[in-house]
């Protein structure tokens, strides 16, 4: 069993909705990742959270927004998306945001945009 | 820039045999770090090994074994005697400063099939 846990597993919305997804991990890790993967594509880093603060955007569009509101729940709130957001988000967490730390992976929200 | 490459976009093998997965990388950094993760059909990536660039020994773990050659910027996978239950999507993946970003570049995987 994975010990980030992601919820939900699937989410349907559509294009006016907002909705949210959620992260969370009790391994004491002080960094936390979201990241977006399409089909047969490897994963792309979306946002880096280190210490509850927000250290890397990717340039990702304002209409996803991440949140983290202690150091075991990071969030992503969607609103507005697009059909071309459909993708499967990946959470994951590491000790530290060293080059060294490996990142342990949620089973991902696999989410489809109408 | 750092980049890794995974040439190998499918494989397909019949249980029992051997199998290698490749991953070339290129780095400017003398310090870096180098993972394999398997993401099987339910998602989830799971960490498998990782390895700095100061450490050229090989590693076996089980039914699995990793080459890394600093020589040739390579850090090859094989897995020995293989499993139905190994089929899965395979991805190398550098960790290096490259200007405080710190975070991983991911190769573009390597879908191993394991036919029964």
């Known amino acids: 069993d994975t010990e980030v846990t992601q919820t939900p597993k699937h989410l349907v919305m559509g294009m006016t909705n907002k909705k949210s997804l959620k992260c969370e991990q009790h391994?004491?890790?002080?960094?936390m990742y979201w990241y977006k993967q399409k089909a047969k594509k490897p994963p792309e880093l979306m946002f880096v959270?280190?210490?509850?603060?927000?250290?890397i955007n990717e340039s990702v569009p304002s209409r996803f927004s991440p949140e983290c509101p202690n150091s075991s729940l990071l969030n992503l709130h969607l609103h507005a998306l697009q059909p071309e957001d459909s993708a499967l988000y990946l959470c994951?967490?590491?000790?530290?945001?060293?080059?060294?730390?490996?990142?342990?992976f949620g089973n991902g929200t696999r989410l489809t945009v109408t | 820039a750092q980049k890794v490459t995974q040439a190998q976009t499918e494989i397909s093998v019949v249980e029992k045999e051997d199998v290698t997965l490749d991953c070339v990388y290129e780095?400017?950094?003398?310090?870096?770090?180098l993972f394999w993760y398997k993401q099987p059909p339910s998602g989830e990536l799971v960490f498998l090994i990782r390895?700095?660039?100061?450490?050229?020994q090989n590693e076996i773990s089980g039914r699995y074994s990793w080459n890394f050659q600093k020589s040739t910027s390579s850090f090859n996978f094989t897995i020995t005697a293989s499993q139905v239950v190994d089929s899965a999507v395979y991805f190398c993946a550098l960790s290096d400063q490259d200007t405080g970003r710190r975070a991983l570049t991911f190769g573009s995987g390597t879908r191993l099939q394991v036919q029964p």
């Open positions: 780095t400017r950094d003398t310090t870096y770090y």
């Open positions: 959270y280190s210490y509850e603060k927000l250290s």
């Open positions: 994951a967490s590491s000790q530290q945001r060293e080059v060294y730390s490996p990142l342990h």
């Open positions: 390895r700095n660039s100061f450490d050229e």
């Open positions: 391994m004491g890790h002080r960094a």
